[in-house]
């Protein structure tokens, strides 16, 4: 009379950790891990029983993942993991006659880790985009430390704007 579980397979996998943080947006880094699927049969859609250390953490949503796909599961926020954005704004004039106005920001986003491992951490940052035909407003970054790239995640339209660093 009670719903009973039954395992019919089990394949080691290797869960590649990771934390994600976008500090314009919120202070916490989360916890993710990427999953390849190591059946040579899809993964159908249902919720999975997520336990590190043999402890219970939670229950997730899973999508049908194909075989040779991967799958990414949110694991709650890692409070061991402290991130801050401090931002400068600098106004100035600028042209020949002095008719242009030069609006700058100076962004740095710190990182400070106490877990006892080192850690991956890919910080996603957005900049403003100017609209097509609007002549009057430019948007120019002059230095990025270190070098990032677009952020590209798979089966999503890309954001204008977006750009991401990995670092540990």
């Known amino acids: 009379g009670g ?21 314009r947006e919120a202070r916490e880094v989360f916890r993710t ?15 999975v029983d997520v336990y590190v250390d043999g402890d219970y953490l939670m229950t997730s949503p899973l999508e ?7 799958f990414v599961l949110g694991l709650g926020v890692e409070q061991a993991i402290k991130c801050a954005r401090n931002t400068r704004y600098q106004e100035e004039t600028a042209g020949l006659l002095r008719g242009t106005m030069e609006l700058r920001h100076e962004i740095h986003v710190e990182l400070e880790s106490h877990l006892p491992a080192p ?6 940052e957005r900049l403003p985009v100017s609209r097509e035909g609007d ?5 120019e ?11 590209e995640i798979e089966g ?13």
């Open 3 to 23: 719903w009973h579980s039954l395992p019919l397979s089990e394949q080691p996998a290797a869960p590649a950790p990771r934390y994600v943080v976008v500090p």
């Open 33 to 47: 891990v990427k999953v390849e699927n190591p059946l040579q049969a899809p993964l159908l859609a249902g919720q």
């Open 64 to 70: 049908t993942t194909p075989v040779g796909g991967a």
């Open 119 to 124: 850690a991956l951490v890919e910080v996603r």
């Open 135 to 139: 002549d009057d407003i430019k948007v």
């Open 141 to 151: 970054t002059t230095a990025v430390e270190p070098p990032w790239k677009k952020l």
């Open 156 to 168: 999503r339209a890309p954001v204008e704007g977006a750009h991401r660093w990995e670092i540990t």
